[in-house]
C-alpha cells in the first residue's frame, strides 16, 4: 500500500511538472510541433511514394532502411534527438520507459474519454523533452499495425524478418501507436 501510495504521489508530482512545464517554454512546445510535423511530412511523403513504386511489402523493406536516416537528418539539421516510442514498439530501440508507458497509457485514457491530446514537456537532466501522441489516423497505417490477420501475407514476412520480435501490430484505426520524443538541449531556467 506504501508503494501504492508513494508512485502515485511521483505521478502526480510528475504531471504538476509536466503542465507546469506548459506555460512556462510555449516556445520549445511550438517548436516540438514544428519539428515533429516536419518529420511526419518526410517519411509518410517518402512511404507513400514508396507504396506506389513498389506495393506495401516494398514500402516496409524501404521504410526499415529509410526513416531513421529520415528522423537524423531532421533532428541534426534542427539541432535537437529525436525518436519514437511505444509500449508496443517495432523496433526494440523504440521501447519506452517507465515514464513515458504512463504517459502513453494517459493519452490512451484521455483519447477514449474524447478529451484533447496536448503536447507535453518533461524537464530531465537539464533538457526539456517534448512528448506528442502519435495517433493512426490513416488506413494505409493499419497495412502494416493492424490486426495481425488482416495485414497482406507479403508484408507480414517482411516484418517477421526484420523485426522478428515486432509488438506494434493489432492496433484500430485511431488508437494511439505511441509517441514522438524530442530532446532539447536547453538549460531550465
Known amino acids: 500500500m506504501k508503494t501504492l501510495l508513494s508512485f502515485a ?3 502526480l508530482l510528475i504531471s504538476g511538472y509536466i503542465f507546469q512545464q506548459q506555460d ?3 516556445e520549445i512546445l511550438e517548436k516540438g510541433a514544428e519539428i515533429s510535423g516536419k518529420l511526419v ?12 513504386k513498389s506495393g506495401l511489402a516494398g514500402a516496409v523493406e ?3 532502411l529509410e526513416a531513421i536516416p529520415i528522423t537524423d537528418s531532421i533532428a541534426k539539421m534542427e539541432q535537437v534527438a529525436i525518436s519514437r516510442v511505444s509500449h508496443k514498439y517495432r523496433n526494440p530501440l523504440n521501447a519506452a520507459n517507465e515514464r513515458e508507458i504512463e ?5 490512451i485514457s484521455q483519447h477514449q474519454k474524447g478529451e484533447q491530446l496536448i503536447a507535453q514537456l518533461v524537464a530531465d537532466n537539464g533538457k526539456m523533452i517534448y512528448y506528442s501522441p502519435i495517433v493512426l489516423g490513416s488506413p494505409t497505417c493499419l497495412s502494416c ?5 488482416t495485414i497482406d501475407i507479403n508484408v507480414r514476412k517482411v516484418l517477421n524478418e526484420k523485426y522478428p520480435e515486432d509488438k506494434a501490430v493489432n492496433f ?3 488508437e494511439i ?3 514522438f520524443k524530442i530532446v532539447f538541449e536547453k538549460e531550465i531556467q
Open 177 to 179: 501507436r505511441g509517441m
Open 145 to 149: 499495425h493492424g490486426e495481425t490477420n
Open 103 to 107: 504517459m502513453i497509457e494517459r493519452y
Open 41 to 52: 511530412k518526410a517519411i509518410m511523403g517518402k512511404l507513400n511514394a514508396e507504396i506506389q
Open 9 to 11: 504521489m511521483i505521478s
Open 62 to 64: 524501404y521504410c526499415s
Open 24 to 26: 512556462k517554454h510555449p
Open 172 to 174: 484500430k484505426f485511431n
